[in-house]
């Protein structure tokens, strides 16, 4: 089954204590992606990635660092969480390089920091 | 970067009236309008996208048009049923970055 998975789905955790949200498609698809929602502020982009080893940021990425050392995976990495990074986090994927296609989202995080 | 702005935030209709939701974007390098649909406790998930050459699409009871001038998009839902509450994401990408809008929460009354 062609899929987005993410995992912990639900995560709580002390400020400082560094987490790895993990995601991976089963796709081949070359663009993801990170997202964050936050109720009256939408979907905002934290990090993509257009091909594995280029990573670039979107509008939040303070606070945060990505990877992609391999195709299918791009994990999220929170190396020192605080309370303002409590949110629910989605990873996406596209077919394509660019994420004029459309978006794949996996189930998303709930992430508390506490 | 990328503003896009989305309104209404609520929107109440009567079951079997139309719903629009409006957008708008700040980056003319724009050129690819998707709109999501996220269901309580789900993923969002893709409804339909109109790309820059095109003025406007149509996919059944759903309908999107693209004004470049005045750089405005719109979503129109035509024929409301309860499976339609939802809330509403419109977006705006460039061939780097996808910009969302802050969501609109669609409720349709029986």
């Known amino acids: 089954e062609a899929q987005v998975t993410q995992n912990p789905r639900y995560l709580i955790t002390v400020t400082g204590k560094k987490l790895t949200v993990t995601c991976s498609q089963n796709m081949n698809h070359e663009y993801m992606s990170w997202y964050r929602q936050d109720p009256g502020l939408g979907l905002r982009q934290i990090y993509y990635s257009m091909n594995v080893e280029v990573t670039d940021k979107g509008d939040v990425p303070e606070g945060y660092k990505v990877s992609r050392k391999e195709k299918r995976n791009f994990p999220l990495i929170l190396e020192s969480p605080s309370p303002n990074q409590t949110s629910l986090y989605f990873c996406?994927?596209?077919?394509?390089?660019?994420?004029?296609?459309?978006?794949?989202f996996g189930p998303g995080t709930r992430l508390t920091v506490t | 970067g990328e503003n896009v702005e989305q309104h209404p935030s609520t929107l109440s209709v009567q079951e079997g009236d139309s719903a629009v939701i409006k957008c708008t974007y700040s980056d003319s390098a724009s050129n690819y309008f998707p709109w999501y649909k996220q269901e309580l406790g789900k993923r969002p998930q893709l409804i339909i996208d109109i790309r820059s050459n095109v003025g406007e699409k149509k996919d059944q009871r759903i309908a999107v048009t693209l004004n470049k001038t005045a750089k405005h998009f719109s979503l129109h839902i035509t024929e409301t049923q309860p499976e339609d509450s939802a809330v509403y994401f419109c977006?705006?990408?460039?061939?780097?970055?996808?910009?969302f809008g802050a969501g609109t929460t669609v409720t349709v009354r029986a």
């Open positions: 977006a705006a990408s460039n061939d780097y970055k996808l910009s």
């Open positions: 996406a994927s596209s077919l394509s390089a660019t994420p004029t296609y459309e978006q794949y």
